[in-house]
C-alpha cells in the first residue's frame, strides 16, 4: 500500500546493455513490492529505462526510474563494435552514478542506504565504502563463469596467461571435465581488453560485497555454488527469474505477447517435435551460418519457431518462398513461454545463461553455437556438467552440422536421455522456489540486507 512513510533509499545501477538490465529491474520489483516502505531508484541510461519501462509499466510506488548520461562524446559515430560504446559508458559511469544518486537523493529527500548493482560495477564496491552502506553486486550469467572471474589469479598462477589450450581446469571443485579452451576470453589471454579488465577487477572486489546474487538456483551446480560461498561473504541464489514473477500479477493475469499466435500453433505440434531457435539479444551470427541453418531446416522438415532479427528472405536458397517453411518465424518471441511448451523438443542457442536457465525449466534439450564470453564455458557446462544438450560438430552452423544435430535431439535416444536428464534439473529448480525452498531463503536474506 501507499500507506507506510518511505524510510530506506536504495540505489540500483544497472548495465544498460544487452540483456542486464531487465532481470536487475525484475529483482528490484520482487524487492519493491515487498517493502513499500523502502524506495528504489533505478539508474541507468534514458535508452534503457525507456526500453525497461515501456515494457512492464509500473505499478510500484516505490520504484523510480533515474537516467544516467550515456557517456558518448557528441560527435560519436555508431561503431559496428558494440565494445566502443560500452567503454565511453564505463569511463564515464563512476562519476555519472555519483551525479545521478544525488540526483534521486534530493528528489526523494533520503539519503542513499543501500547500493544494489549489476555485478560489473566493481567500482560501486568503492562507492559503498566510502558512503558506509552495503553494496549488493548482481552477476546476469551463471555460478561457473562467476567462479571464473572470482578464481582468476589461481587459474593464471596454474596455466600462465599466454592464451588457449588443452590443459584441465581439475584444481577447480567441479571443473575435472573442462579445459582451458572453455574460459571465456581475457582470463589467460587477451588480458588487456577494457571487459577483461573489468571482470578481472570485479572477481577481485566481489569477495568484499556484502552479498552476491545471481540468478539461478544452488542445486542446479552445487560443488561451484559451495566453492563461491566460501570466497563471497554471502552468496544469494533467488533464481530462476522465470519461475517466480516479478511483481504481484494482477487478476487476470497479463495477456501473452503471442501476436504471432505461436503458442496457438504449438498446440497443435506433436510433444517435443518443434525446434526453438534464438541467438539471444546481442549476437547476430554470420549469415553463412543463418543460412546453413534454415538450408538444414529445409531440408529435414522439422517444424520451428526462429526468433529471427532481420529479414528471413535474404538468407533463404534463392528462389525459395517463406511461406513454404514449415514454421514461424517471429523478431521476439515469447521465449519463456515456448520452452515451457510440451511441443518444443529442442532450443537452437547462442548460450546465454538466462536462455539455458529458462531451457532447463522448460525442460528443453540444447543445441548450442556460443559466441563470446561467458557462453562457451557454459555451453561445456551443458554438455559436460549436465548432459543436457550437444555443441554444433565443429563449432560452426553447417547444413549437415545441424540437421546431425537436430536429428541426434528430437530422434534419437540420446535426446531422450537428455530430457531424463532435464527431469531432474527441472524438479530441483521448482522445489528450489517452494514454500521454504533455497531460493525464498535466500530473497528473505537479501530483503534484510536491503532494508535494514
Ligand atoms: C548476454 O546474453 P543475451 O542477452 O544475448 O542472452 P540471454 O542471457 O540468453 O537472455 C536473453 C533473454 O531474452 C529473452 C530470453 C532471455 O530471458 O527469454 N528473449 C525473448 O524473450 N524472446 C526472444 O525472442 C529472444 C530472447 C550475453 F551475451 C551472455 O553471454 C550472458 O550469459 C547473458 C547474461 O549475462 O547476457
Not at 513499500?36 to 525497461?52: C, E
Not at 558518448?72 to 560500452?86: C, H, I, T, Y
Not at 562457451?376 to 554444433?392: C, D, Q
Amino acid at each position: 500500500g501507499n500507506s507506510k512513510p518511505q524510510t530506506h533509499h536504495v540505489a540500483v545501477l544497472a548495465f544498460p546493455f544487452g540483456s542486464h538490465a531487465g532481470p536487475l529491474l525484475s529483482l528490484v520489483l520482487r524487492l519493491a513490492a515487498g517493502a513499500p516502505q523502502v524506495t528504489f531508484s533505478f539508474l541507468t541510461t534514458s535508452k534503457a529505462n525507456a526500453a525497461l519501462f515501456s515494457k512492464s509499466p509500473l505499478s510500484l510506488h516505490n520504484v523510480k526510474a533515474y537516467n544516467v548520461p550515456d557517456g558518448l562524446p557528441e560527435d560519436f559515430v555508431p561503431s559496428r563494435n558494440p565494445e566502443v560504446a560500452v567503454g565511453f559508458f564505463l569511463k564515464a559511469a563512476p562519476e555519472n552514478f555519483m551525479r545521478s544518486l544525488k540526483d534521486a537523493e534530493a528528489a526523494t529527500g533520503l539519503r542513499v542506504g543501500c547500493l544494489v548493482s549489476d555485478a560489473f560495477f566493481w567500482f560501486v564496491g568503492d562507492m559503498a565504502e566510502e558512503m558506509k552502506v552495503p553494496w549488493v553486486p548482481v552477476w546476469t550469467g551463471g555460478p561457473r563463469s562467476l567462479l571464473v572471474h572470482v578464481d582468476t589469479d589461481l587459474i593464471r598462477q596454474r596455466l600462465g596467461t599466454s592464451g588457449g589450450g588443452k590443459q584441465t581446469l581439475d584444481f577447480l571443485p567441479g571443473f575435472s571435465r573442462f579445459q582451458m579452451d572453455d574460459l571465456p576470453e581475457g582470463i589467460v589471454g587477451k588480458l588487456e581488453s577494457p571487459l577483461a579488465t573489468l571482470l578481472y577487477k570485479m572477481g577481485q572486489k566481489l569477495p568484499k560485497a556484502t552479498a552476491v546474487a545471481i540468478n539461478s538456483f544452488e542445486e542446479v551446480d552445487p560443488e561451484v555454488v559451495n566453492v563461491l560461498k566460501s570466497r563471497f561473504q554471502k552468496f544469494l541464489n533467488v533464481g530462476p527469474f522465470s519461475l517466480i514473477p516479478s511483481s504481484p500479477s494482477p487478476s487476470p493475469p497479463p495477456l501473452l505477447n503471442d501476436e504471432s499466435g505461436c503458442l496457438e500453433w504449438l498446440d497443435t505440434q506433436k510433444p517435443a517435435s518443434v525446434a526453438y531457435i534464438s541467438f539471444g539479444s546481442v549476437v547476430t551470427p554470420p549469415p553463412h551460418e543463418l543460412a546453413a541453418f534454415a538450408e538444414a531446416l529445409i531440408e529435414s522438415g522439422f517444424p520451428f519457431i526462429w526468433s529471427f532479427r532481420g529479414n528471413i528472405e535474404e538468407i533463404l536458397p534463392k528462389g525459395y518462398d517463406k511461406m513454404r517453411l514449415n514454421g514461424k518465424i517471429l523478431s521476439w518471441a515469447p521465449q519463456v513461454q515456448v520452452l515451457g511448451h510440451s511441443s518444443t523438443g529442442v532450443f537452437v542457442t547462442h548460450c546465454g545463461w538466462n536462455s539455458i536457465l529458462e531451457s532447463i525449466v522448460g525442460g528443453v534439450p540444447m543445441i548450442c553455437r556460443p559466441f563470446f564470453g561467458d557462453q562457451n564455458l557454459n555451453m561445456r557446462t551443458v554438455e559436460a556438467a549436465w548432459g543436457i544438450g550437444v555443441g554444433v560438430e565443429g563449432g560452426l552452423i553447417t547444413k549437415p552440422a545441424a540437421i546431425k544435430a537436430l536429428e541426434l535431439v528430437l530422434k534419437q535416444k540420446e535426446g531422450e536421455e537428455m530430457r531424463e536428464k532435464l527431469k531432474v534439473l527441472q524438479n530441483l529448480a521448482q522445489q528450489a522456489v517452494e514454500g521454504n525452498g533455497s531460493s525464498p531463503r535466500a530473497f528473505n536474506s537479501l530483503v534484510e540486507i536491503v532494508t535494514k
